[in-house]
């Protein structure tokens, strides 16, 4: 599925080097512009740095230290309100009511995922328009 878009800038976070090396290469193939962290905090950075020029957030849930991917997403809140973040997790957290939220509001993709897969959960959000950054953090 190849599409023209206008070009996008993604910032992807994710604490495995290889996992967020292997977003990168197939978001650029689908003509994104792809900002990369791995770490929240540093993510953080990115975000005041870039600012309005960052279209999306794609962040894992479960990463090292305080900063994890719903905590992050409640800070870009703060700071960003409008930037939208969608969320990817190979974590089993179906007890987790935050969880089951942004599971059934589509903003949640579950590895291992397949690159045409990863491509439509970016396309079908960034064609809705911004999203919501969810209301509430969890802390993982």
């Given at each position: 599925?190849?599409?023209?878009?206008?070009?996008?800038?993604?910032?992807?976070?994710?604490?495995?080097?290889?996992?967020?090396?292997?977003?990168?290469?197939?978001?650029?193939?689908?003509?994104?512009?792809?900002?990369?962290?791995?770490?929240?905090?540093?993510?953080?950075?990115?975000?005041?740095?870039?600012?309005?020029?960052?279209?999306?957030?794609?962040?894992?849930?479960?990463?090292p230290g305080s900063?994890?991917?719903?905590?992050?997403?409640?800070?870009i809140r703060q700071?960003?309100?409008?930037?939208?973040?969608?969320?990817?997790?190979?974590?089993?957290?179906?007890?987790?009511?935050?969880?089951?939220?942004?599971?059934?509001?589509?903003?949640?993709?579950?590895?291992?995922?397949?690159?045409?897969?990863?491509?439509?959960?970016?396309?079908?959000?960034?064609?809705?328009?911004?999203?919501?950054?969810?209301?509430?953090?969890?802390?993982?």
């Open positions: 599925m190849q599409t023209t878009k206008i070009s996008r800038t993604i910032l992807v976070v994710d604490d495995e080097a290889p996992i967020l090396d292997c977003i990168r290469r197939i978001l650029e193939q689908a003509k994104y512009i792809v900002l990369t962290s791995p770490s929240g905090g540093h993510a953080l950075d990115v975000i005041a740095k870039k600012g309005a020029s960052i279209d999306l957030v794609l962040a894992d849930i479960v990463m900063i994890g991917g719903c905590t992050l997403a409640a800070k700071r960003e309100e409008k930037l939208p973040v969608l969320f990817m997790t190979g974590a089993l957290l179906e007890d987790d009511e935050y969880m089951a939220e942004i599971a059934e509001k589509r903003l949640l993709l579950r590895k291992p995922f397949l690159p045409k897969e990863l491509v439509e959960f970016i396309d079908s959000h960034l064609a809705e328009g911004r999203l919501p950054v969810p209301e509430r953090a969890a802390i993982f």
